[in-house]
């Protein structure tokens, strides 16, 4: 147990510094409410439409093939450490998973979900 007394110290200082901070600032800081800090925007141009615009299913569809296919990558760098002690039938597995993922970008493709024009 008191190999966690350590981190269990500095998550508490960190709880109590962020604390202390957001306390003073409150106490301290000035507070001046006004029209242009009530705007949903606070860049200095008036927006012209509402931010609660509806995005297009591309993005969302583009956004996860992204993420399925990055993690995907991310098994190849453990791999690529262990390459020479895995041998042959290492590679040759490596082999499968990278034309499985080959033929599951080929797909996306040629269903056009990767292009941006609607």
Do not use: H, Q
């Amino acid at each position: 147990m008191s190999e966690y007394v350590p981190i269990v110290a500095l998550l508490l200082i960190g709880v109590l510094l962020g604390v202390g901070l957001l306390g003073i600032s409150a106490l301290l800081g000035p507070n001046r409410p006004g029209g242009s800090k009530g705007a949903p925007y606070e860049c200095g141009l008036i927006p012209l439409t509402d931010a609660r615009n509806r995005f297009d299913v591309k993005f969302y569809l583009v956004a996860m093939l992204f993420i399925l296919f990055d993690i995907e990558v991310v098994f190849l760098y453990p791999w690529a450490v262990l390459y020479r002690r895995l041998g042959v039938l290492g590679f040759v597995e490596m082999l499968v998973f990278l034309s499985i993922l080959l033929v599951g970008f080929a797909y996306v493709w040629k269903k056009g979900a990767l292009e941006w024009e609607a």
